[in-house]
């Protein structure tokens, strides 16, 4: 059986307001093709399939075309949700979904029966079984129990993860014994490389489940929510598919991959590279530098290319700072769209601001970080402050998952 993990779509990003549906659209092309011609037999979808809770109806087009695609192809699709979906949204046309033979859980069901998904082969027999385990909320864990202070919530919820997975281990052996299993997950793991992309989980990602919780029972652990595609260390194989393409600047350099893995020769999955159909440009350099590198741009991609633009002065130059509204207002150049601008003064003056940013958008800032600025104005004991911000991080949860619907 031959299986394709990829995860952390999110269908109705936008980059500094710039829409990345042309992205969605080439790589769902890619995507379907290469499906088609590796006869692939199974699609699993790990979380972050939409990049808002409530999406537009754009985004949620987007997202039924593509599953009316994929499924045309006679592939199984197994999709879960993420930290950055709605359950409730992803649940709600469950009836359609299963006429399709499409599975897509959204939440934690009460049951967890239900996250149990035989797979069969051509002939009809089970040859797989997948734990469609989605992003596991605060409500899921149950983790405010018993915890007393911050290391003790921490602990709760990595005791609370594991169990899911340790439950659904033992329901696959129940019903499907000697048949291999799969799991999927949305977590944030210890001892991973995350980007600026990603949201924060489970008290600030602090609670970084250990991936020796996971077990051996799984074959193979097909994770989302890292961006950037790479193998956790454990004693089976447990990997992060990444995002099709990039979410953030701080993931131009990465080169986004699917996994593809025929379980006829066991469970380690070959790294496919997908296409680059957009590059992010970071520039920095002082006026002339700049001036020179934006004259000296070559367009090699089938989108167009987005530039972020860092000016860096020794001294404070008002007239500078001008400048490069000028020069970014006139730049032109076919196949590059300037969507951030950025000035740094070296020599600062005291108590001045560190930053100049003509363009910031409030997706450049998180609110934790923000919080975490106020805190340090206070003289709170390290302690004190780890409590706070435990606690901070605990509420932002669950305004995210008040917006979820969950």
Known sequence: MKIVHTADWHIGKKLHKHDLSEDFDLFI??????????????????????????????????????????????????????NHDSPAMLDAPQEIMRALDLSVIGGLP???????????????????????????????????????????????????I??????????????????????????????????????????????????????SYYEYLALGHIHKPQR???????????????????????????LLLDTNTGYEPDSIAIPNFRKLIKLSGNLSELELKLNSLEHNSSLKSLIEVDLIEEQYDAQKVYALDQLVDQFQTDGFEIVKQRVQFKNQIEGSSQLYDEDQQ???LKPKDVFAELIATHQYSRDDQNEIIAAFDEILEEVHSGNTGN
């Open 29 to 82: 092309n890619w995507l379907t093709k290469f499906i088609e011609d590796k006869k692939v037999d199974l699609l699993l979808i790990s979380g972050d399939i939409f990049d808002l809770a409530n999406p537009s109806s754009e985004a949620r087009r987007q997202y039924y075309r593509a599953l009316i695609r994929l499924q045309k192809l006679n592939c199984k699709i197994i999709a879960t949700g993420g």
């Open 110 to 160: 009460q049951d967890l029966d239900e996250v149990i998904i035989p797979v069969k082969n051509k002939s009809g027999e089970t040859e797989l079984v997948v734990a469609a385990i989605p992003y596991l909320r605060d409500a899921d864990l149950r983790s405010g129990e018993q915890a007393s202070n911050h290391e003790d919530r921490i602990e709760a919820i990595r005791l609370g």
């Open 162 to 215: 594991e169990r899911v997975f340790t439950e659904a281990a033992a329901i696959c052996k129940h019903k499907y014994p000697g048949i291999p299993a799969i799991a999927m997950g949305h977590l944030f793991t210890a001892g991973i490389e995350s980007s600026e992309s990603e949201r924060d989980i489970q008290i600030g990602n602090l609670a970084a489940f250990r991936a020796s919780q996971f077990g």
């Open 232 to 258: 956790v260390s454990a004693e089976k194989p447990v990997f992060y598919s990444g995002s099709p393409f990039p979410l953030s600047f701080s993931e131009r350099a990465d080169e986004k991959r699917i």
């Open 362 to 364: 409030l997706e450049d």
